[in-house]
């Protein structure tokens, strides 16, 4: 049951994710479809064409029909829910792909009905699969293969004729993941001035893991960016998560949320708890609404749909656009949107000194147990309501995701991961020295927490 995750579906190729398992996965996910076709596309990963085969003879079992995308970017796969495949609309998406984890990881990101499949039904799936007790097997293989990638590149390149030519000079890095499917194409079409870095799709990641949000990947982008570039852009491994560097920024997502809605009429704006305060008062003050919501990829986009959202964002770089969009995160149409406020005249860096200083740590992880993790969550809330005389003067809580704390100068939070059996912790305060009294004061809570339980 481990490798049914909060968000997605997620393990070790063929310890974890095989034939057995893989073609159960598809077969039980097809009783949850209500309509005939799944189209299914898969990452660079060596492995992910294989699984592609196991899955989609669980499916065929199922009695559900494939439209195979091959090789291409998460968002790719979104797309394919939104567009019209010859009078078919698939019901359903599956991508296969390991994201950021290493090469020999690998998963699925399901979407049913154009929304995204996760947490309780995810469980409940892994349960049933627990409980079969023989692999399923299709009367035949029932595959149409799509030019998904076509598609989405002739769109993106319709929808930002207006960049066409613009003289930026443009670094990005592709990590040797997926993006690089769609990347050359769209920008040769735009005839943007670009110089890009591991853009071939490699599983093995040869040259750094490709995880934009680890400041240690972005060293050869950098570097490229100071060689006479504007800008800079770095994906992950399935391009639905970004990084974005000018001289002076590594530009977070909740900054750029920021700086994208200038563009916007008065838009509603998600936010997870780990994004900055300066975020949510900024937004405010410019008659935005801003809602702060659960981490994940998943919960944002079904905040999104149900608030009816124009934009969201998480620090890591997932950014997602309902506005002139379908509503999911997409980092190369995030790349676009971004090049489209510099091609508007907007200085990006200049836009962000105007912002109230803070002083933010990155996110801190606290090492626990699967078991412990959720407990210490609850121990923790419940030391906040008698908290120690030292303790810092406490504003008011918001436990929509873990713990927010919000204090007189600034906030700390901690909140268990979803995904990996830890802690996550991250403070901000107007004065460095006062961040690290929330962080000191945080951890020896948790500290009291984690002994109170064993």
């Known amino acids: 049951m481990s490798i049914y995750r909060e968000y997605d579906i997620r393990g070790i190729y063929e310890k974890e994710l095989n034939e057995q398992s893989v073609t159960r996965i598809g077969f039980v996910l097809a009783s949850k479809i209500k309509g005939d076709y799944v189209a299914v596309g898969y990452d660079a990963r060596s492995h992910s064409p294989i ?35 010859d009078g078919i609309t698939p019901d359903a998406s599956v ?25 309780d039904d995810i469980y409940a799936l892994g349960e049933e699969c627990e409980a079969m007790e023989y692999i399923p097997k299709a009367e035949k293989r029932d595959v149409t293969e799509i030019d998904a990638v076509s598609r989405y590149v002739d769109f993106l390149v319709s929808e930002f004729q207006h960049l066409k030519g613009m003289p930026t000079k443009i670094a990005y890095d592709c990590g040797n993941g ?107 003050k410019r008659g935005c609404k801003a809602i702060m919501y659960k981490t994940g990829h998943s919960n944002l986009k079904v905040k ?32 676009l949107r971004m090049l489209e406020l510099i091609h508007d005249g907007i200085d990006l860096d200049a836009e962000l000194a105007k912002l109230p200083k803070v002083f933010s740590t990155e996110e801190i992880k606290v090492e626990t147990t699967e078991s412990e993790k959720f407990k210490i969550i609850a121990k923790v809330k419940e030391l906040l309501e008698n908290p120690p005389a030292s303790f810092p003067t406490i504003k008011d809580i918001i436990d929509v995701d873990g713990v927010r704390i919000n204090f007189e100068n600034g906030w700390g939070l901690v909140r268990a991961s979803n995904t990996t059996p830890v802690l996550v912790t991250r403070f901000e305060s107007t004065s460095q020295d006062e961040a690290k009294v929330y962080e000191k004061a945080i951890n020896d809570l948790i500290l009291v927490a984690k002994n109170s339980i064993k």
Not at 58 to 80: E, H, I
Not at 309 to 334: M, P, Q, T, W
Request: proline share 5%.
């Open 51 to 85: 699984l592609f085969e196991y899955l989609v003879a669980g499916l065929n079992a199922g009695g559900k029909k494939v439209l195979g995308m091959g090789l291409v970017p998460t968002p790719v796969n979104y797309f394919t829910n939104y567009q019209d495949w």
């Open 304 to 335: 999104m749909k149900e608030t009816n959202a124009d934009l969201a964002c998480e620090v890591s770089g997932h950014v997602f656009f309902k506005n002139r969009y379908f509503g999911y995160d997409d980092a190369i149409y995030a790349t």
């Open 178 to 284: 997926v993006a690089g499917v769609v990347t050359e194409d769209i920008f040769k079409a735009l005839e943007l001035k670009t110089t890009g870095l591991f853009v071939d799709p490699d599983g093995t990641f040869p040259n750094h893991h490709p995880d934009p949000s680890d400041e240690h990947n972005l060293q050869d982008v950098k570097k490229l960016l100071a060689d006479g570039n504007d800008i800079a852009f770095a994906y992950d491994g399935d391009a639905d998560r970004i990084a974005v560097l000018t001289h002076k920024n590594n530009i977070k997502g909740d900054m750029m949320a920021l700086l994208y809605s200038m563009k916007m009429d008065k838009p509603t704006v998600v936010g997870e708890v780990k994004c900055s305060q300066v975020m949510y008062d900024e937004l405010e």
């Open 95 to 119: 991508m296969i792909t390991g994201s950021h984890n290493p090469s020999e990881y690998n998963g699925f990101k399901i979407t049913v009905d154009k929304a995204p499949f996760f947490s």
